[in-house]
Nanobody, 126 residues
Framework: QVQLVESGGGSVQAGGSLRLSCAAS????????MGWFRQAPGKEREGVAA?????????WYADSVKGRFTVSEDNAKNELYLQMTSLKPEDTAMYYC???????????????????WGQGTQVTVS
């Protein structure tokens, strides 16, 4: 069954940190690109970070989060993570984990190339 499940969102003060987790099925993890996207109220969904699950060195970040967010993975657990530090109020959004299910990976990540999405986890920075 194709499934992505996010966890780890919450409310935090500016300057704080959160770590998001995404549990993915083995098929998606092995056969595509993984990404984190976010959508704030009234705004379009945007890519935050993306990675080729076979190449940790391929990590891509949006300019707005470079140096503050880190994407990583645990291949043994089929899990993807987004470590967020120095959070700002403008980081407030619903965060989604997504998988393309195919390769190659393109950067910046294009929403239309990601076929599988989690339900989202809310991050609120005040």
């Amino acid at each position: 069954q194709v499934q992505l499940v996010e966890s780890g969102g919450g409310s935090v003060q500016a300057g704080g940190s959160l770590r998001l987790s995404c549990a993915a099925s083995r098929y998606m993890y092995d056969n595509g690109c993984m990404g984190w996207f976010r959508q704030a109220p009234g705004k379009e969904r945007e890519g935050v970070a993306a990675i080729d699950s076979d190449d940790a060195g391929s990590a891509w970040y949006a300019d707005s989060v470079k140096g503050r967010f880190t994407v990583s993975e645990d291949n043994a657990k089929n899990e993807l993570y987004l470590q967020m530090t120095s959070l700002k109020p403008e980081d407030t959004a619903m965060y989604y984990c997504a998988a393309s299910g195919s390769k190659p990976c393109f950067y910046p990540p294009e929403i239309g190339r990601f076929n599988y999405w989690g339900q989202g986890t809310q991050v609120t920075v005040s």
